[in-house]
């Protein structure tokens, strides 16, 4: 199924940035897994990782083992994390199948903004690397690095944009639960992708609307 169908009677987009854009899913697990080595837990295969990704991140790092009760201890993870994500993030572009439905999305008309759970400071950097900016009237991510929930910085935005459209108007288009999860709380209809960092046999068992590009 190709998104255009849902596409129809929509005005705007609200795009997932990591792993729905950005082709990230291996560079995000193989630097999930430098993180593991570097506190002495064993790595995990990429199944394990679609399998049980999940927001907020503590809730993924406390699968794993980590104390993610010592506040200070799990910001210098995410800290640690980020660092090395940004680092390596030169190996990453926006899937080529994406960019082309950013284009054909502009072209019918439909205006476009980022809600990603990527601090703002490095989310911003990330897009303009890829030179898409032009594409979208707000890039919203996070006050801090730690990938906590973002349904009310989606509700923010959503705030923002309803100004202008109808929540009816409106799509979000994701690759995983938590996308979903913003959907659902906001009242907008969710398209879930899956190439991201959720497999896709847990997307269909949550959402009925779940392509491949």
């Not at 980590?66 to 940004?86: A, Q, W």
Request: aromatic share 10%; hydrophobic share 35%.
């Amino acid at each position: 199924m190709t998104i255009e169908k849902y596409l129809e009677n929509k005005k705007y987009i609200i795009w997932d940035w990591n792993g729905t854009l950005l082709d990230d899913r291996l560079h995000t697990w193989r630097t999930g897994n430098k993180l593991l080595k570097s506190e002495g837990f064993d790595e995990v295969s990429l199944q394990f990782y679609l399998d049980n990704f999940t927001f907020p991140v503590s809730e993924y790092y406390r699968l794993l083992g980590f104390d993610v009760d010592n506040d200070e201890y799990f910001k210098k993870l995410c800290h640690y994390f980020v660092g090395e994500y940004m680092e390596g993030i030169g190996e990453c572009s926006v899937k080529p199948e994406m960019k082309e439905i950013l284009k054909t999305a502009k072209s019918m008309g439909l205006k476009q903004s980022i809600l990603s759970a990527a601090d703002q400071e490095s989310l911003s950097i990330m897009v303009q690397q890829q030179g898409i900016s032009d594409y979208f009237e707000n890039i919203f991510g996070l006050a801090n690095k730690e990938a906590t929930c973002k349904i009310s910085r989606g509700q923010q935005l959503i705030e923002i944009l309803s100004k202008d459209y109808h929540k009816n108007e409106m799509l979000i288009v994701g690759d995983t639960l938590h996308d979903l999860e913003v959907g659902k709380a906001n009242g907008v209809d969710v398209v879930l992708v899956s190439h991201g960092h959720n497999a896709k046999e847990r997307l269909l068992a949550k959402h009925d609307q779940v392509i491949e590009v």
